[in-house]
């Protein structure tokens, strides 16, 4: 069974500074990896996903992630925090058997003070 | 807006009760999944359909049915309602079953239910 795990369900960043969100994978076959962030009531919107094409990946509003098979880590970072990137990360984790259900982490809850 | 929408946006009700949530998805998208989102189980899979045919089941309660109709909306049925139920249930849609790269899953904003 695939699963994810994120470590750390709070994350504290002062506006300027790296951000990084931590999510390691269990797969036994090659995985997808997705990141979603979720605003306050609202639904879950992709910034990024790796296909196998490219182990770094970029993706929307500034954030990029890196597939580290030996690590069997897909961890997010963005080099400068805005006050809006302020929300929840969930990482998910799929494969392509024909029926792509995800499987998501707990989330991780950013928060960015001035 | 991922042009996937949901109604209704909130429903309060009480336990032993039944109700139906329903999803419109990305115009041309023909797959539509369920999500569970809970505080004490996260977000969870609950059902996925493509085409009107059920294809995946996930930790879907017995009380809980669903289908996809010929104009592609889904509906998700609860039934006999239980306090535990209380969530925010996702509807997501994407454009294929599978073959190659897995498509983007698109999700709506949701329907919270309370059950009281």
């Known amino acids: 069974a695939q699963s994810v795990t994120q470590l750390g369900s709070h994350v504290s960043v002062s506006e300027g500074a790296l951000v990084l969100l931590r999510c390691n994978y269990s797969?036994?076959?090659?995985?997808?990896l997705f990141w979603y962030v979720q605003y306050p009531n609202q639904g879950l919107q992709l910034l990024l996903k790796y296909t196998s094409a490219a182990t770094l990946v970029k993706g929307i509003n500034g954030f990029e992630a890196e597939f580290k098979k030996s690590e069997t880590s897909f961890h997010l970072t963005k080099p400068s925090a805005h006050m809006s990137d302020a929300a929840e990360y969930f990482c998910?984790?799929?494969?392509?058997?024909?029926?792509?259900?995800?499987?998501f982490g707990t989330g991780t809850r950013l928060l960015v003070s001035p | 807006d991922s042009g996937v929408t949901q109604t209704p946006k909130h429903l309060i009700t009480a336990t032993g009760q039944r109700v139906t949530l329903r999803c419109s998805p990305r115009?041309?998208?023909?797959?539509v999944y369920w999500y569970q989102q809970s505080l004490d189980q996260g977000l969870q899979f609950l059902i996925q359909y493509y085409n009107g045919e059920e294809r995946a089941k996930g930790n879907i309660l017995e009380r809980f049915s669903a289908q996809q109709f010929p104009d592609l909306h889904s509906e998700l049925n609860l039934s006999s309602l239980e306090l535990g139920d209380s969530a925010l249930y996702f509807c997501?849609?994407?454009?294929?079953?599978?073959?190659?790269?897995?498509?983007?899953?698109?999700f709506g904003p949701g329907t919270r239910l309370t059950v009281l």
């Open positions: 997501a849609s994407s454009s294929r079953l599978a073959g190659g790269l897995p498509d983007t899953q698109y």
């Open positions: 797969s036994s076959v090659p995985p997808y």
């Open positions: 115009s041309g998208d023909l797959s």
């Open positions: 998910a984790v799929t494969q392509n058997t024909g029926f792509q259900k995800l499987v």
